[in-house]
């Protein structure tokens, strides 16, 4: 995996039902390195902390292959790199063999593969409709989230170096999938529960589905 672009965020304003809304999803590409911090990117708008930033959505990628279908789709958006809010566009990110628990070296950082996006009414606005997110989901590439362990700078050009496999072989396609899952696949449920690289918040309310079972 290759790092295409580097993307972050001045603070803007957008109207939903009727209310202003201050949000980071409007990201442009930068021309020097960014630096990836623990909780977030540095210089980078994160308005929302409740769903933004923190520990397991430090920073987001999302793959530079993905662009074609979406530009086919919304042919008449104003496209650049960062168009789905993403800090890093990575070209050769498959989330199907993505697996989450994932430890790379890239730049002088040290990052971890946590979950995927889930889109939200935010993402809709920035694409002109809600059905953008339906399609999102659908279509179950939804790029994902790193933890930082090490703090460090980011550039265009960097790739991301393999140091430790998890254990535990969860995808990012296969976790995107299991949460919009109406009847959800017990063994990859179970697989959820035991993978630390998530959230212990989704862990828990996938243990709850079990525990109806």
């Given at each position: 995996?290759?790092?295409?672009?580097?993307?972050?965020?001045?603070?803007?304003?957008?109207?939903?039902?009727?209310?202003?809304?201050?949000?980071?999803?409007?990201?442009?590409?930068?021309?020097t390195p960014?630096?990836?911090?623990?909780?977030?990117v540095?210089?980078?708008?994160?308005?929302d902390r409740?769903?933004?930033?923190?520990?397991?959505?430090?920073?987001?990628?999302?793959?530079?292959?993905?662009?074609?279908?979406?530009?086919?789709?919304?042919?008449?958006l104003?496209?650049?790199?960062?168009?789905?809010g993403?800090n890093?566009?990575?070209?050769?990110?498959?989330?199907?063999?993505l697996?989450?628990?994932?430890?790379?070296?890239?730049?002088n950082?040290?990052?971890?593969?946590?979950?995927?996006?889930?889109?939200?009414?935010?993402?809709?606005?920035?694409?002109?409709?809600?059905?953008?997110?339906?399609?999102?989901i659908?279509?179950g590439?939804?790029?994902?989230y790193?933890r930082?362990?090490?703090?460090?700078?980011?550039?265009v050009?960097?790739?991301?170096?393999?140091?430790?496999t998890?254990?535990?072989?969860l995808?990012?396609?296969?976790?995107?999938?299991?949460?919009?899952?109406?009847?959800?696949?017990?063994?990859?449920?179970?697989l959820?529960?035991?993978?630390?690289?998530?959230?212990?918040?989704?862990?828990?309310?996938?243990?709850?589905?079990?525990?109806?079972?």
């Amino acid at each position: 995996m290759k790092i295409i672009a580097t993307n972050i965020a001045k603070p803007t304003t957008i109207i939903w039902n009727d209310k202003k809304i201050t949000t980071g999803i409007y990201k442009k590409p930068t021309s020097t390195p960014i630096y990836l911090g623990k909780t977030d990117v540095k210089d980078d708008e994160v308005t929302d902390r409740k769903h933004h930033g923190g520990t397991f959505k430090a920073c987001y990628l999302f793959s530079a292959e993905e662009y074609n279908y979406w530009k086919e789709l919304y042919p008449n958006l104003d496209w650049n790199w960062g168009m789905f809010g993403e800090n890093l566009t990575v070209e050769g990110l498959n989330e199907k063999t993505l697996v989450i628990g994932n430890i790379y070296k890239v730049g002088n950082a040290l990052v971890q593969v946590t979950q995927p996006r889930e889109p939200c009414f935010k993402f809709g606005v920035k694409f002109g409709t809600q059905d953008v997110l339906m399609q999102f989901i659908n279509r179950g590439l939804p790029g994902t989230y790193i933890r930082v362990l090490q703090e460090g700078t980011v550039k265009v050009g960097d790739t991301f170096k393999l140091i430790e496999t998890s254990k535990n072989n969860l995808t990012t396609a296969q976790f995107f999938n299991l949460l919009y899952q109406k009847n959800k696949d017990k063994k990859l449920v179970e697989l959820a529960i035991k993978n630390t690289a998530l959230p212990e918040s989704k862990r828990n309310k996938l243990s709850k589905f079990i525990q109806k079972k």
